[in-house]
Structures are given as structure tokens and as C-alpha cells.
């Protein structure tokens, strides 16, 4: 299976000027979306809490998040957004691909839109 990556705008609100874009990993295993803290911090979003996350070596990692706008794909949700390593790569997490309906289509390697978002 190969790597899928979309561009991602972040905004602090939906009216904010400043915004963080980037090409993004859309990643299913990552609950949440992750980008470099001083990229979000430049968007004007600001850390509204702490988490506990599990890494995929099963390690612990205590990461700040902040609450953003989301838009990729013509689509625009909101979301937790981890303030990530400086250097680290950004994450596009499952949340916001189930909130807009679209999930990873490996086979593909491309984001698929569900026929409708399931309410059950």
C-alpha cells in the first residue's frame, strides 16, 4: 500500500486570514491531525488542552492540541489538532476524513467519498 497525501489549509477560525497549508499523510491509524507546532502557532491557533497518545511502537506520548479549522478537498470540517515536533510530518487523522465522509481506499491510493455518512 503506498502513502496518500492531500493538501490541508488549517485556520484558527473560519474568517481567519492566517492560515497553515501543507500536504498532509492521510493517515487511518491516527485518530486526531498533527502538524508542526510552529506552523500552527503562525496560523494563530492556539493549544487548548493536553492528550495522551499512543505511537505506532506502542509508546506514550503527551502532545498538546488546539481546535482548527479543517479544509481539504473541496470539504471543510473542524477538529483537535496535535502541536506537533518541529520537524515532524503532517498528519491528516481519520476524524476529519469520517466528519466530511471520505475514508482511505489503499487498493486506490486515494481518499473515496462515502455515499452518505453513516448516522447509526
Known sequence: MGLIHVTV???????S???YEAEFLADSG???SMAP???????????RGRMTYELA???LVEYDFG???????GEITSGRVL????NCEPILGVTALESVGM?????????KRLPAIPLK
Open 9 to 15: 489549509s488549517l485556520r484558527a477560525t473560519q474568517r
Open 17 to 19: 486570514r492566517k492560515k
Open 30 to 32: 491516527a485518530t486526531d
Open 37 to 47: 507546532a510552529p506552523m500552527l502557532k503562525q496560523a494563530g491557533i492556539r493549544r
Open 57 to 59: 511502537d506502542g509508546s
Open 67 to 73: 481546535l482548527a479549522v479543517i479544509e481539504f478537498k
Open 83 to 86: 502541536f506537533g515536533p518541529d
Open 103 to 111: 475514508v482511505i481506499d489503499p487498493a486506490n491510493r486515494c481518499l
